[in-house]
Structures are given as structure tokens and as C-alpha cells.
């Protein structure tokens, strides 16, 4: 009854649990570059708070044509009706809109009127003049000819909504274009895109797959059940129990979650993962339970003395287990990405969990269930181990060095091919496969080269009423000309500044004079929004706006070649943060390789402490805890040269993988040690590792199925991480396996012998 008030409650906490999907959220929150960033966001008027709508006329066809503005004038009719007042204000009145229509009505060139000729000429004109106009174009734009495949509307949003609310708006606009007329149109192919609706189309992608893979990780797990039960009892005491599990970590997830404690963030994608894992990892306590009960049920105990020998035996080995498999995950709390570290907490709450509920549920229902007399099964079938077991007692008996020496080769091969592993982060790896938002994606490349959403920004503290700090701008948007990967039209960079700003309009402020009064009169012709994109309210820092087309693999290359850039601006006294969302990530690559190093000598460190610190107080042989170890270890290091074999690199996900099989390797390593010295107490080193292995060996292959089987259901998300960590995790558990069986048993006989001072058993 304890349990079922207690799952009742944590379910009504998991409630409460916020989900967010936000992969531009990424990174250490002190970082200098997430800081600066930040900055952006909240100093200037946001620029990532807009609706772009692309408009792409297809395969060898140009939008810059009476036909095009014409569509693009609806389309931004349409759009501007569907925000609403979420729309932000525009500098003359009206909706904010950044459109080479727009920019060419101002200039007195009316799309609808000028002949094709002189509208190409018109548009390659202010393409060629102006920064912002050219970002508005695809890649494949011809000046001389006036052509382009596509262009793209960009209308600002509310700066004060919500990101709720900013996402809300972007769906209205998406589902305006979808509800409306084609063939006001015409040809056009219309795509809506905002960050906004980038995380909405995570989010759906992620809570319509979550479902579907924590169900057949169930049916999974519940299948090997059936095989190795044969009991329907049983069965669906590991099902309540695995049930009882997830609730109560999502309900302690919660707790620790935004809306209540706020030690961690909100749920992300990597949610998904969290559940099928907890099945993989705790039925396993229900395993090795049923199998010690029914042991010694075949023994003759009685149900309530067979609980209690299987709580006293085998519960020792799981206590030990859960703390190296919790240890394992909680290493990942350290990790650069909150949304990794969140992920540790929680799978290594979810291990504890598992333990308190599993160790109260399945002894307590054993007995409650035969102490009326009622049919007791047999022994948890082996799932063929029983079959195969004379090959590893053989090795063990006969040639125990050897199985030693060929583990070490592999083990050394893998850890010296590891060296050779990359370390990136791709934040596309985190779109779903096959999903409308990777269509998205796809296209705005195919036209836009790295991507129409792309920016670095060079945020400026210094006085901007000082007209030598504004000359060295000036100075520094020459020099962005020549920087590689600075996206240039006409051989001028598309850079954006107070001071090309202020220069469109006829104003100088580079020459001296009164330049306070200048933003003045600027926020009162142009807008203060347009001005507040660029120059905080009281004249002390300062946006330069870059468009660039590095990506993640040269934003740190790129950040030093701006910093050069704007070395004339450091010498007039101001200092320079250079910052963009690839910057971030290349920096948090850096940070996932020494978090790599860093998790494993911890990991290895904690759960070899607490298996020496446990076999030298029960037992004083602290060997015995590295022979525990050894399980995990070798299945660790061998992932390491499956990953290298494969060509897989460290991510965000597999970076952690190290540490987290070891976690999971340990308790195979545990219950081969635990029970051969049970067993040694009354056979020779070689009939006790037989009995071990034939009696504990088919818990741990019936184990080691189910956790694979939850494992390898992982490989069926849309989400490419999240795939290569159910392969790899399966591989490490079938290597754990291995090793438990392969190479631990001869350690063990080897010790035993020399322990003994016998040379035969």
C-alpha cells in the first residue's frame, strides 16, 4: 500500500515536469561566448525574435521579377495579417518587414511598375549596396543578370512576447500560407521558418517518438520475461515494478526541476532516452531476485526464508551494483551541455529508484503469492547459457591466462584507438530523421549555402559618442571584407552596425560633432527599434551584425580572424566579445573532450574505490574488487574501439557512453564475484567457477537480454545520437557479458589458486 500511495504522489509531481526542446541553448551558461550571446538577446533588440517566410521559385527560375515581388508582396500581406499585434513595429508605422521589396518601394522603385530590366538592375543595386538586402537572396544570386532562385521576407516580432508566445505566432503565419490560396502564388514554393517553430517541430517530433519506444522496449523486456519466467505472476510483478519506476523518477525529476527546486532544467529531448533505459536497467533487479528466490524455493526453504536468503545474498551484490551503475551516470552531472547533465541526474535517480522499488516489491510478492501454497515454478530458465557454459569453465580451468592475455590486447588496442577519436558536436544530429523541421533545414542550405538563420556578432562596450571609436569601426567593417567566410556582395561584407546604419541615412558619425544627438535624430526617422538592433538605449555598447557561413567546424577559426578584424577597435579602448551559436558549440566540443577524460578517471576512481573499500572490509581481499571491475572495464574500452572501427566521433551522447558503461558493465563484474565466493567456500577453484557460472549465469545472460533489448530499441529514434548510443550501449552490455563470462571467471581461478597455493581445481 507504502508503494502505491508513493507512486500516486510522484505521478502527481511528474505532472508538474516542464518539457523544452531548445538546441541553441548549448554550452556552459559562463562561457564568455554563451554570455555574450545572452547579451545579444537581452541588450539589443533580439534578432533572432522574427517569422522568415522563403520564397523560391524553383530550379533555374529568378524571383527577382515582376511576377516574384508580386508574390512576395502577397505573401507578406498574408503574413503580416496572421501576426497581428505580435507584429513588431516598423520604423515608419506599420509591421516591421526586411524585404527587398519593401527596401525598393522606399527608394521610389515600384516593383509592380518598373520594367524587368530595370527591377533586376534596381534589385542588384541594393543588393550590392546593402549588407542586410544581399542576406535576403540565395546563394546562386547573379548581379549582372539581376536572378536569383529565392528570396526570404523576414518580419520582426514583439520583442516583450514570450517564447510561448513567439511560437504561437509563427504557427499562425506557418498554417496562414497553408489554409490560403496557391494560386495567388502562383509557382512559388513558400516555406515559414523561426526558431520558434524550430522548437515546436522538436517538440512534437520527440513526444510522438518517446511513447512508441518506451512501449516496445516494454514489450521487449516483457517478452525475455515470459521466456525466462513462464509465470504470468512474475511477469507482471516486473512490469508494475518497472512502471512504478519511471513515475517515481520523472516525479523526482520534477521536483528537482525548474517548478520546484530548480537544481535542474527542464525536460529535453534526451527525456526519451531516460525511460527506455530504466526498463533496460531495472528489471535486471528482478532478474537476479526471482532467480536467487526460486533457487532456494528449489532448495527447500520456505517462501518467507528464501526471500530473506535472496535479500541477504544477491542483495548484497545489487546494493553494490546500483551504486556503481548510479555513480556511472551521476558522472555525467559535470558534462558542458545542461542538458546532458540533467540527463545523468535523472537516469541515476531513476537506478535508485529501481533498487528501493524492486528489493520491496518482488520479495514482498513472492511470498505473498506462495505462502498460501500455491504452485511454485521452477528455476529462471537460462536462455541457453546452461548449453554454452563448458567453454568458459573449460578456458577458466585449463588456460585462465589465456583469456586474460587476449582481454588485455583488445583492451590496449582500444584504448590506443581511442586516441584517434574526433569530438563534435553537430546540432543537426539532433533533428529528427524524416520530420517537416530537417525538411526545413534541408532546403534553407540547398538556397542559402550554410543557412539564412546564420550570424556572428561582435558585441562592442565602449563610448559610442566618441567619434575615434566609431571611425575604428568603420575601419573594422573594412577589414571583415577580406575574413573568410564572411559572406560579401560586391566585395563589401555584409556586416550591419550602428555605423552603416547611421550611414544609409546620409549621417556621419565617424567625422566628430555631437553623435548623442545624431542616434537621436536616427531613432526618430528610423525607428528606435532599428536603431536599438545595434546601439543600447544609453550609448555604451554597441551590435556589429555578421553574416557568415563557417558553421560549427570553423567558428573558432572564424572568431579569431574577427577579433583581428576589430583590432583597431580594441586599440581605441573598447573591448570586443565575438559570439554566434557555432562559436559556442566548437567551444563546447573542446569541453566534451576533456569532460570525456575527465568522467572516465572519475567513474573508474569512485566504483573501484567502493568495490576495493567493500571486498577488503567483507572479505580482505580488496583484489577481489578489481576482478569486479574488470567487466565494465573491458566492455568500455572495447566500445571505445567499436566507435574507431565504425568511424563513429564523440557527441553530445556518445562522449558520455565511456563512463556510462562502466556503470553498467560493474554488476556483472559484482555477481560472478559475489557468488564464486559463496561457492568456494565448499568446492575447488574450478568446480566453484563452474557452479557460478551455471547458477549465476543465466540471470546474467537473462539480464544482459533484457537491458540490450531495451537498448537496441534506442537505434529505431529519428534522432541520430540517440540511435548510436542503442547501438553502442548494446554492444557494451553484450562486451560486459563477455567479459563476466569469459575473462573474470579465469581471474577469479587464478586468484583462487594463488590464494590456496594449489595448482589444480
Keep these: 500500500m507504502s508503494l502505491v500511495v508513493a507512486t500516486l504522489g510522484f505521478a502527481v509531481l511528474a505532472s508538474t515536469n516542464e518539457f523544452e526542446v531548445d538546441i541553441t541553448q548549448l554550452g556552459r551558461d559562463d562561457a564568455e561566448a554563451a554570455q555574450a550571446l545572452d547579451r545579444v538577446q537581452e541588450d539589443f533588440v533580439d534578432p533572432s525574435a522574427t517569422v522568415q517566410v522563403i520564397l523560391d521559385a524553383g530550379p533555374g527560375a529568378n524571383v527577382l521579377t515582376t511576377a516574384g515581388f508580386d508574390a512576395a508582396a502577397h505573401a507578406e500581406d498574408i503574413a503580416v495579417d ?16 526586411t524585404s527587398l521589396g519593401t527596401a525598393l518601394r522606399e527608394q521610389g522603385v515600384d516593383p509592380a511598375a518598373a520594367g524587368e530590366d530595370r527591377l533586376g538592375a534596381s534589385a542588384a543595386e541594393l ?58 502564388l502562383g509557382d512559388m514554393r513558400v516555406t515559414v521558418f523561426s526558431l520558434g517553430l524550430f522548437d515546436s517541430g522538436m517538440l512534437d517530433a520527440v513526444q510522438s517518438e518517446a511513447p512508441m519506444l518506451f512501449a516496445i522496449a516494454l514489450l521487449v523486456v516483457l517478452a525475455v520475461l515470459a521466456l525466462m519466467y513462464r509465470s504470468v505472476f512474475d511477469v507482471l510483478v516486473g512490469f508494475a515494478g518497472l512502471l512504478c519506476t519511471v513515475v517515481w523518477t520523472f516525479g523526482i525529476a520534477a521536483l528537482l526541476g525548474p517548478a520546484h527546486l530548480g ?23 528482478s532478474v537476479h531476485l526471482t532467480a536467487r528466490y526460486r533457487e532456494q524455493l528449489a532448495a527447500g526453504a520456505n517462501p518467507a526464508d528464501a526471500a530473506g536468503r535472496a535479500l541477504h545474498t544477491v542483495g548484497i551484490a545489487l546494493i553494490l551494483a546500483t551504486v556503481a551503475t548510479a555513480a556511472g551516470f551521476a558522472t555525467t552531472a559535470t558534462a558542458p551541455v545542461p542538458m546532458i547533465a540533467d540527463f545523468g541526474v535523472f537516469v541515476a535517480v531513476g537506478v535508485l529508484c529501481a ?12 511470498v505473498l503469492r506462495d505462502r498460501d501454497g500455491a504452485r511454485q515454478p521452477g528455476r529462471v530458465r537460462e536462455i541457453g547459457l546452461g548449453r554454452l557454459v563448458g567453454a568458459p569453465v573449460a578456458l577458466a580451468r585449463r588456460a585462465p591466462a589465456l583469456g586474460l592475455a587476449v582481454a588485455t590486447l583488445l583492451t590496449l588496442g582500444s584504448v590506443l584507438a581511442a586516441t584517434d577519436l574526433d569530438t563534435e558536436f553537430d546540432r543537426d544530429d539532433f533533428v529528427p530523421t524524416g520530420s517537416d523541421i530537417e525538411a526545413t533545414l534541408t532546403h534553407q ?26 571611425a575604428a569601426i568603420r575601419q573594422a567593417h573594412g577589414a571583415l571584407a577580406d575574413v573568410p567566410d564572411v559572406r560579401t556582395v560586391g566585395g563589401a ?7 552603416s546604419l547611421a550611414a544609409r541615412t546620409g549621417a556621419d558619425v565617424t567625422g566628430g560633432g555631437d553623435l548623442a544627438a545624431v542616434y537621436d535624430r536616427l531613432r526618430g526617422t528610423v525607428g528606435e527599434q532599428q536603431v536599438g538592433q545595434f546601439l543600447s538605449a544609453d550609448d555604451r555598447a554597441g551590435l556589429v551584425h555578421i553574416r557568415t557561413t563557417a558553421g560549427d567546424s570553423g567558428a573558432e577559426r ?18 570586443v566579445a565575438v559570439t554566434s551559436e557555432p562559436i559556442i558549440i566548437n567551444g563546447m566540443n573542446d569541453d566534451l573532450g576533456r569532460f570525456q577524460a575527465r568522467a572516465i578517471v572519475l567513474t573508474l576512481s569512485v566504483v573501484l574505490g567502493l568495490l576495493v573499500a567493500y571486498y577488503t572490509a567483507a572479505y580482505r581481499r580488496p583484489v577481489l574488487g578489481v576482478i569486479a571491475m574488470t567487466p565494465a572495464v573491458a566492455g568500455a574500452s572495447w566500445i571505445l574501439g567499436t566507435m574507431w572501427l565504425l568511424g563513429i566521433s564523440f557527441n553530445a551522447l556518445t562522449a558520455t557512453l565511456t563512463a556510462i558503461a562502466i556503470g553498467i ?6 555477481h560472478v564475484v559475489n557468488r564464486f565466493t559463496e561457492d568456494r567456500g565448499s568446492a575447488p577453484a574450478g568446480d566453484a567457477i563452474a557452479r557460478t557460472l551455471r547458477n549465476t549465469g543465466g540471470a546474467l545472460v537473462g539480464s544482459a537480454v533484457t537491458t540490450l533489448g531495451a537498448l537496441v530499441v534506442l537505434s529505431l529514434s529519428n534522432l541520430p545520437p540517440i540511435q548510436s548510443l542503442g547501438v553502442l550501449g548494446g554492444a557494451a552490455i553484450a562486451f560486459a557479458l563477455l567479459a563476466a563470462t569469459l575473462v573474470a571467471p579465469g581471474m577469479l581461478v587464478l586468484w583462487a589458486r594463488s590464494h590456496d597455493g594449489s595448482r589444480r581445481g
Design 82 to 97: 496572421a501576426l497581428g499585434p505580435d507584429a513588431r513595429d516598423g520604423d515608419h508605422g506599420g509591421t516591421h518587414v
Design 127 to 184: 543588393i550590392t549596396s546593402n549588407p542586410r538586402m544581399a542576406a535576403l537572396v540565395s546563394d546562386d544570386v547573379d548581379l549582372e543578370d539581376g536572378s536569383a532562385r529565392a528570396m526570404v521576407l523576414v518580419l520582426g516580432l514583439d520583442p516583450g512576447l514570450s517564447k510561448p508566445e513567439r511560437i504561437e505566432a509563427g504557427e499562425r503565419v506557418q498554417a496562414a500560407f497553408e489554409d490560403g490560396d496557391p494560386a495567388a
Design 263 to 285: 537544481w535542474t532544467g527542464p525536460l529535453t529531448q534526451l527525456a526519451i532516452v531516460v525511460p527506455v533505459l530504466l526498463v533496460g536497467l531495472g528489471i535486471d533487479y
Design 355 to 366: 533498487f528501493a522499488i524492486m528489493t520491496l516489491l518482488v520479495p514482498a510478492a513472492r
Design 445 to 470: 542550405k540547398e538556397l542559402f549555402g550554410s543557412g539564412v538563420t546564420e550570424s556572428t556578432y561582435a558585441v562592442v562596450d565602449g563610448d559610442f559618442t566618441d567619434p575615434d571609436l566609431t
Design 493 to 499: 561584407p555584409q556586416a550591419t552596425s550602428i555605423v
Design 558 to 575: 572564424l572568431r579569431a580572424e574577427i577579433e583581428n578584424a576589430f583590432t583597431p577597435v580594441a586599440d581605441a579602448g573598447a573591448s
Design 665 to 670: 558493465g560493474v554488476p556483472y563484474g559484482v
